[in-house]
């Protein structure tokens, strides 16, 4: 089985902690010995954000503030690699074009960001099509998809599933500045809505939250495209 699942940045925080993260390659690798395969995305996070807007501030405009997003994404995918040294090896991919070989002929692939305009959400669709990963699984710092941010309003509705339509009107009315892709961009969601891929939306908290939805449970939010 492949499956793809997006690391969001809170994993790695503002300074990383490696108890964290090893935790989370050591869960992950328990899907991997069960003869599947998995590519795993870092999102760039707090850190990304915070490089982000130094650099705005220095008049840098979008394309280069994204390429030092892609920078510190990159860094979180290659702490992700390590931790799983001693255990499944891992290796990296900065493309889309070995993608598929990589993932045959290795048990994990990391990955972070690819190119400006490009959220770590839409690569993490496009490898999850490019590689007919079986699911994707998008790990955030909240339980799902909600009515309203969580964050700010407590009352906000955890949805149990949401149609692509739907989804992609959200990441409309979001904002799409670099470093600030809020849920999915709107290629993120083009992408899932021409290819389908069975996608949940979990809570990283806990890395069985992650292999649970790999595996099937009814848990956080699932897109549906009918």
Do not use: W
């Amino acid at each position: 089985m492949k499956a793809v699942v997006k690391l969001g940045g809170a994993l790695f925080g503002r300074d990383p902690d490696p108890s964290t993260i090893k935790h989370m390659a050591s869960a992950l690798t328990r899907f991997v010995d069960e003869n599947n395969q998995l590519v795993l995305v870092a999102g760039g996070g707090e850190n990304a954000r915070t490089y982000i807007n130094a650099a705005r501030k220095l008049g840098a405009e979008e394309s280069t503030c994204d390429l030092l997003g892609i920078q510190i994404t990159r860094a979180n995918a290659e702490l992700l690699r390590v931790a799983f040294e001693g255990e499944t090896a891992a290796v990296s991919a900065r493309s889309l074009t070995r993608l598929p070989e990589l993932v045959r002929a290795n048990g994990v692939v990391v990955m972070g960001g690819l190119q400006p305009g490009q959220s770590t959400n839409a690569v993490a669709t496009l490898a999850a099509e490019i590689t007919r990963a079986k699911i994707l699984v998008n790990a955030t710092d909240v339980d799902g998809v909600y009515t309203e941010d969580p964050k700010k309003n407590p009352r906000a509705k955890l949805l149990r599933t949401i149609h692509v339509g739907k989804l992609l009107e959200l990441a409309m009315a979001g904002r799409v500045f670099a470093g600030r892709y809020e849920l999915l961009d709107p290629l993120a969601v083009k992408i899932l809505e021409r290819s389908r891929i069975p996608t949940r939306f979990v809570s990283l908290s806990n890395p069985e939250n992650i292999l649970d939805a790999i595996k099937g449970k009814d848990m956080g939010t699932l897109v549906v495209y009918d």
